[in-house]
């Protein structure tokens, strides 16, 4: 029987990846979108959001104004904002494993983790919502590294 190993982000990661290219999509003007429509772009609830967006702002990734026209947007140019610190904003860390911290892992082991780990974030940080944004605003349907 065949068995398969995967990596899986959190739905928290998702939303917050899909927000921020919400908003680099519509990074123009630099004005704010309320949280309301920023979720029902998103696809989760306002609440849930919010408790993101804050994880996010943060990170420095993003800010709040307050007041009628009030909501959030980038704090960043989108070229500036890369997949992988939008994932260590919510997740702390791109990818993590229990082993680089376990004494009793073998070695050989743990440095194989952290290699993996290294290409994680490398790759991460190359991807960047101005170029997301382009691709999003063109209606293609995949982007390719």
């Known amino acids: 029987m065949a068995h398969t190993a995967t990596v899986k982000l959190s739905v928290k990661s998702d939303y917050a990846v899909r927000a921020i290219l ?10 704010a979108h309320r949280v309301e429509d920023l979720a029902t772009a998103v696809g989760t609830s306002a609440n849930y ?12 990734l993003v ?21 992988g610190a939008v994932l260590r904003a ?10 680089l911290s376990d004494a009793n892992c073998p070695p050989a082991l743990r440095e194989a983790w952290g290699q ?30």
């Open 22 to 31: 919400e908003l680099a999509t519509r990074a123009e003007g630099g004005r």
């Open 49 to 60: 959001l919010v408790q993101i967006l804050l994880n996010l702002k943060g990170a420095g």
């Open 63 to 83: 800010q709040s104004v307050r007041g009628k026209q009030g909501g959030y947007r980038l704090s960043k140019a989108p070229d500036e904002i890369s997949l």
């Open 90 to 99: 919510v997740e702390g860390e791109v990818f993590d494993a229990p082993a």
């Open 116 to 145: 993996l780990r290294d290409g994680a974030n490398a790759a991460a940080d190359t991807i960047h919502f101005g170029r997301l944004a382009e691709v999003h605003a063109r209606g293609q349907e995949m982007y390719h590294i």
